[in-house]
């Protein structure tokens, strides 16, 4: 039987699909306006990619920003508790996620199972998300694509002082407007939300290993700004992004 997931976050839609504890595959669309149609077309689009239709589908468990708006799943759970279940199913060793979304940052305890024992989350400030990145990105005129690359190529990172995004960005247009060098900046936008998030890690006493998650983990300039905050290496695989959807498929196996 197939199991699938689905992850609406505020940016992207994400689905994944398990077989027999095997990931069959994964898809990533724009949410766009309506969280409901996102889910639809994901799922609908990722079954007829694989030859395969919604009654070969046995149970659906939906998760992310936009999670309650999924009304043919089986069942809604928050973010938090698929993105343990993902990281587990992808590397059972791991102890403790990071996942960077686009609208908040969460550091999640683990157990050897796969379960959260504890977390952090911020929730109420766009600092230390993927949306703060978006806004300084937009500032600098570069893509957001393009933030670590530019920012691995820093000589001196500049100092980002304030934490609320608003502020952030007056700070770095004001050395933009000094002639600071684009790298710099950019290095230092990463150290500031990396510093957000590593208040979060430390609540929650993650140690290694520890793997990050969430579209952000694309991002070499903030992996590696985050590392140098946290003292410790970060796995990242080249699901991560999916990683949200692949815990939700896990869980809609076990209902």
Do not use: W
């Not at 609540?203 to 991002?219: D, R």
């Amino acid at each position: 039987m197939i199991y699938a997931g689905i992850d609406i976050g505020s940016i992207t839609a994400k689905a994944a699909l398990i077989k027999d504890n095997t990931l069959v595959d994964t898809l990533i669309i724009r949410t766009g306006y309506n969280h409901l149609d996102a889910g639809k077309a994901v799922l609908q689009t990722l079954l007829e990619k694989n030859n395969l239709t919604r009654n070969d589908v046995k149970a659906i468990v939906s998760t992310g920003y936009g999670r309650n708006s999924i009304d043919f799943a089986d069942k809604a759970l928050t973010e938090i508790i698929c993105h343990a279940a993902g990281a587990h199913f992808i590397s059972p060793g791991i102890r403790g996620v990071i996942d960077v979304g686009g609208q908040d940052s969460k550091a999640i305890l683990i157990n050897e199972n796969g379960q959260m024992d504890n977390f952090a989350m911020n929730d109420k400030c766009a600092a230390g998300t993927g949306r703060f990145l978006e806004v300084m990105a937009n500032a600098l005129d570069v893509q957001l694509d393009q933030l670590g690359e530019y920012s691995l190529k820093a000589d001196k990172p500049a100092k980002i002082s304030s934490i609320c995004t608003v502020f952030a960005e007056s700070e770095v247009i004001s050395m933009i407007a000094n002639q600071e060098k684009r790298e710099n900046i950019i290095a230092g936008i990463h150290d500031s939300a990396a510093a957000r998030v590593a208040i979060l890690a430390s609540k929650t006493h993650l140690a290694a290993p520890v793997m990050m998650t969430g579209g952000v983990a694309k991002n070499q300039g903030m992996r590696k700004a985050l590392e140098a905050r946290l003292g410790f290496d970060l796995i990242v695989g080249h699901l991560a992004q999916e990683n949200g959807a692949i815990g939700a498929a896990v869980l809609a196996s076990r209902l």
